[in-house]
């Protein structure tokens, strides 16, 4: 902190006691900790400008650079076409093109179909309204899973477990800790 040893911090803070004195102490630390918080806001402030002055500067030069470079470019360019009138650029034949992607015929045929989420002029629009409308399946029409049968209420609940806790436990926790209960001799 400060490049401070530990017996120099404790030297200022016996000097700040003896000036300050014990009873406004802690106005005083916390206006010194505001003051710091102050001052390292501003050294971060200060030196977030200065790096991007220096990046402004930097680009600043690429940007001289890249211009000349152009300008070199743009003069050998038309010094070409002077020595040679007529020539005109060609494509560079040792540049290959992208190949073309190729499709899965599956998927053109899922895409193109007349009916289906992305049937022919059907729009996102219309796609999400249709799944809006759709029904749902809710609670009633989907099939019982096994963990939606709870065990039946114990007549002594577990230790340390009140009825509405028992009530708020998922039903697997439920049976663990019915199975681990004193009752049926285990620990």
């Known amino acids: 902190m400060l490049g401070l040893s530990f017996g120099e911090i404790l030297v200022i803070g016996l000097i700040a006691l003896l000036v300050v004195g014990p009873d406004n102490l802690p106005q005083f630390a916390r206006s010194m900790g ?15 400008s ?33 020595a040679n009138p007529g020539v005109e650029a060609q494509p560079d034949p040792h540049r290959d093109e992208p190949p073309e992607p190729e499709v899965d015929p599956e998927y053109e045929a899922f895409l193109a179909a007349a009916t289906g989420p992305y049937a022919a002029g059907r729009s996102l629009e219309d796609v999400a309204k249709e799944w809006r409308q759709a029904p749902r399946v809710t609670e009633t029409d989907r099939p019982p899973s096994p963990l939606d049968s709870e065990p039946s209420v114990p007549e002594r609940l577990p230790p340390g477990i009140s009825p509405r806790e028992w009530q708020e436990l998922p039903p697997h926790i439920k049976s663990l800790l019915l199975e681990r209960s004193p009752d049926q001799g285990e620990p």
């Open 34 to 48: 505001r003051l710091y918080g102050q001052l390292r806001r501003t050294a971060d402030e200060l030196r977030r």
């Open 50 to 82: 200065l790096v991007i002055e220096a990046d402004r500067q930097d680009a600043e030069v690429r940007l001289a650079e890249l211009k000349a470079r152009r300008e070199r470019a743009e003069e050998q360019l038309r010094q070409a076409q002077e």
